[in-house]
């Protein structure tokens, strides 16, 4: 039986277990939630839920040809640099 979450999963960043991680050398901590991996019949290998406080950073860094990032901002404002 197929346990995954389903298309019709509701994920919620406050029903979220969080580890604390520097991504991507940035700069403070960020909250990371692994919400699906390795999903194919979804079209993405992942998806994740990030919470960042003010002023912190992700860091640069670069993803594959093949591959998108998508940031959805909830709450606030992002800046790219």
Not at 29 to 39: D, G, I
Not at 56 to 72: A, C, F, N, W
């Amino acid at each position: 039986m197929d346990t995954r979450p389903n298309l019709n999963t509701r994920l919620s960043f406050t029903g979220a277990w969080y580890t604390s991680n520097i991504a991507h050398a940035g700069y403070k901590e960020v909250l990371m939630f692994r919400a699906f991996a390795n999903r194919g019949d979804l079209g993405c290998n992942y998806i994740d839920l990030v919470a960042l406080k003010p002023n912190t950073s992700i860091g640069l860094h670069r993803h594959g040809p093949h591959d998108t990032e998508i940031y959805v901002i909830v709450q606030g404002m992002g800046e790219r640099r």
